[in-house]
């Protein structure tokens, strides 16, 4: 298999009026931890969106864990990937219980049609454990608060152990105490052994810790800067993206 988890090439996104990108190039191998920045209206979620397959590029191609969008049975492809963002936390059904929510990231849907087969109640128990919230279960979705709903998502994303990670603004609702256990989480689950390439969407330089060695910086609709992070957070680039005249680093 490819040692690359995802490989834009040379693609151009259009949204209504909006040029997103233009002959964006980007490659992720497996085993790295990206974080992505830009400014508001960048494109960063629709980069997301194009790697989920949720959006189509006009020009170029999008490879996936090895497989090329367009030519791939995508409700497969998502098995392998887990995915947070506000749309998921918007679409998961408040009365829904917390084991079915966590059961339906097995297929990547937004809750699991019908009744939960016991093995994947069981795998469904094991991951809440895993993040400390095995005693939630059986609670509607909608009764938990912020905090306690993230980890219920992140036991969904991870519940395959998938080969990428994609995160969108996940702690955006997280009190700091939570956030900084949220990157605990993570970071226990990354450390199994199993290698995942991690793509983490944010605008708050502390969900930087200390794995996410690289940065793609976008304004624009192109890419100013992608490579070490140590080169990205004391350049130049960063600042001007942002409009940033005092001293930060
Ligand atoms: N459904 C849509 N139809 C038309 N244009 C859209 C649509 N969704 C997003 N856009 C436009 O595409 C551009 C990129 O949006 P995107 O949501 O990817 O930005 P973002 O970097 O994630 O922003 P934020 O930091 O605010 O989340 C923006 O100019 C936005 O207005
Ligand atoms: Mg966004």
């Not at 469904?124 to 608060?145: I, M, N, P, T, V």
């Not at 940065?215 to 080169?231: C, H, P, Q, T």
Request: proline share 4%; with cysteine; glycine share 10%.
């Amino acid at each position: 298999m490819s040692a690359l988890t995802i490989k834009l090439d040379r693609v151009s996104l259009k949204r209504g009026e909006t040029e997103v990108f233009k002959n964006l190039s980007w490659e992720v191998r497996k085993g790295e931890h990206w974080f992505v920045m830009g400014n508001n209206g960048s494109g960063k979620t629709s980069l997301i969106d194009l790697i989920m397959g949720h959006l189509w590029p006009q020009k170029g191609k999008v490879v996936v864990l090895g497989e090329t969008l367009g030519e791939v049975f995508l409700p497969q492809l998502r098995k392998r990937i887990g995915y947070v963002s506000p749309w998921i936390f918007n679409r998961m059904g408040s009365s829904v219980p917390v084991y079915n929510v966590v059961a339906s990231g097995t297929d990547g849907s937004v809750g699991f049609w019908g009744n939960v087969p016991d093995p994947i109640y069981q795998q469904a128990l094991a991951k809440l454990e895993f993040f400390h919230c095995a005693d939630l279960a059986e609670r509607a979705f909608g009764s938990l608060s912020s905090g306690q709903q993230f980890k219920v998502i992140l036991a969904r994303a991870l519940i395959n152990d998938p080969e990428l990670f994609l995160l969108d603004e996940p702690f955006a609702q997280l009190d700091i105490g939570a956030r900084m256990q949220a990157y605990d989480l993570i970071e226990k689950w990354a450390g199994l052994g199993h290698s995942p390439s991690i793509i983490l969407v944010t605008h708050h330089l502390e969900d930087l810790t200390a794995s996410y060695t690289k940065g793609l910086l976008i304004k624009d609709s192109r890419a100013v800067f992608k490579g070490s992070r140590n080169d990205l957070l004391t350049n130049a680039f960063f600042k001007k993206t942002f409009g940033i005249t005092k001293k930060i680093f």
